[in-house]
């Protein structure tokens, strides 16, 4: 049961569902237990019932500096007293931005800015068809990469349905269910078995560099680099999802901590501190193809580069860099990770504790996972009453299953002896 008074949450939630379908706008916000917000600044949120919690949800890692931080706040009013919309040509702003981009991202040779991610993931998809004149895609079981009718599947499979093609939603059609490929992330015998059989009908592969939406699980060494040869081999694009990669580990985004530069890269989320943008970028011959420098593949949309998120965007690219965030959020990442290590050893809890950049887990099983199949090992009981216990103490932990926890510029000392304690706490009452 919760230690906290929800009161004006349960409210607020039953009001909501007489104006939204299901009191919320996202189905990513649905939860066990029903909470509802009131505020939020740099690392901590405020229910509506007063009720503070040190913050490693992040809006799914789209706060990367801390909440309504004053210096992206303060870039996007000035912005946007000067601009808004104009539904013609450019602004000086929208190309420093692409330049910045370009200068950090290895594979951006060209940039073009969207809203949210799903679209632009569905966009490099369609160019990757579109180049190739090819059919199949080839995604991985337990990434995710938006609402796309050819991406919309096999994210968190039930162990019954591994090895088919799992829609995520209703309405799909089965001619473009048939034309995805899903298989296991880090097996290299399986992207080289598929390109012998497919090679000439595969457009492109699209994959999360760092499969975060299982949890945190790197790339096996080698793994990265064997995609690309084969790729290059077959004539098919490599596509990076880095939606929730890019800026978060390094403003080169995985691709650069990697050392493997793909066609083309999506990246969003933290790109703008949680202002809504999002960015399609890649090699100059692919990125052409597209309708804005008059290639066949349309790309357009009435917000795309709105003033008020480039100029968030560019902030957190300057904010980034002159908060030595990325060292000191490691810094930050692993003195939590350490003494969560110490905590479940002294409390003789079979867990492993996984890190990547500012990312952290830990998964309640023994072995460190590599693909989808070893995460179906954990012990997700176990798992949901950890998290679940960490926000009764205060520390939003978010409790929905191998979902990651996110740093911000914003965590301080504090934040960090909070969630120790309450780590210890919770992990001691969970062992008896």
């Not at 975060?212 to 004539?235: F, K, Q, S």
């Not at 090992?377 to 009764?392: F, I, S």
Request: with cysteine; proline share 4%; hydrophobic share 35%.
């Amino acid at each position: 049961m919760p230690s906290q008074k929800l009161d004006q949450s349960q409210e607020l939630s039953e009001r909501a569902r007489k104006a939204i379908p299901g009191g919320i706008n996202s189905y990513a916000r649905k939860f066990d237990r029903e909470l509802n917000w009131d505020s939020g600044s740099g690392s901590r949120i405020t229910d509506v019932d007063g009720n503070e919690y040190v913050d490693y949800l992040q809006a799914w890692g789209a706060i990367i500096l801390g909440h309504c931080d004053e210096e992206i706040n303060a870039a996007v009013t000035e912005a946007e007293s000067q601009h808004d919309l104009y539904g013609y040509g450019t602004t000086e702003l929208e190309v420093d931005v692409a330049e910045r981009i370009q200068h950090h991202v290895p594979s951006a040779e060209k940039v073009l800015f969207g809203v949210t991610g799903s679209e632009v993931t569905a966009h490099a998809t369609r160019l990757a068809r579109g180049v190739t004149d090819r059919r199949k895609i080839i995604k991985f079981q337990g990434h995710y990469h938006g609402w796309y009718d050819s991406l919309a599947m096999n994210h968190l499979t039930e162990p019954e349905k591994l090895g088919t093609n799992d829609p995520d939603t209703a309405g799909l059609l089965d001619e473009i269910v048939d034309e995805t490929i899903v298989l296991p992330f880090n097996d290299e015998d399986a992207i080289r078995e598929t390109f012998a059989e497919h090679g000439d009908e595969i457009a492109g592969v699209i994959l999360e560099p760092i499969a975060h939406n299982m949890g945190c699980i790197p790339p096996r060494p080698g793994y990265l680099e064997t995609l690309r040869e084969v790729t290059d081999d077959y004539g098919s694009l490599l596509i990076f999802d880095e939606i929730i990669t890019g800026f978060r580990h390094d403003l080169g985004g995985a691709q650069k901590l990697e050392g493997v530069t793909p066609d083309l890269t999506t990246m969003g989320k933290s790109v703008a501190n949680g202002y809504p943008i999002s960015i399609l970028c890649g090699k100059e011959e692919y990125m052409n193809q597209l309708s804005p420098a008059g290639g066949p593949v349309a790309f357009g949309g009435t917000y795309n580069a709105h003033a008020g998120s480039l100029a968030a965007a560019r902030e957190t690219m300057t904010e980034l860099d002159e908060r030595n965030f990325h060292e000191e959020a490691k810094a930050y990442r692993d003195r939590i990770c350490d003494a969560l290590e110490d905590i479940l050893e002294d409390n003789g809890i079979t867990a492993t504790v996984e890190k990547y950049g500012t990312v952290f887990l830990t998964y309640f099983m023994e072995d460190t996972p590599h693909e989808y199949t070893d995460v179906l090992e954990q012990n997700e009981e176990l798992y949901m009453d950890y998290r679940w216990g960490m926000v009764d103490e205060g520390i939003m932990m978010v409790p929905k299953n191998v979902r990651r926890n996110y740093i911000t510029a914003a965590h301080d000392d504090e934040d960090a002896r909070r969630t120790i304690e309450a780590a210890q706490d919770v992990l001691s009452e969970l062992s008896q």
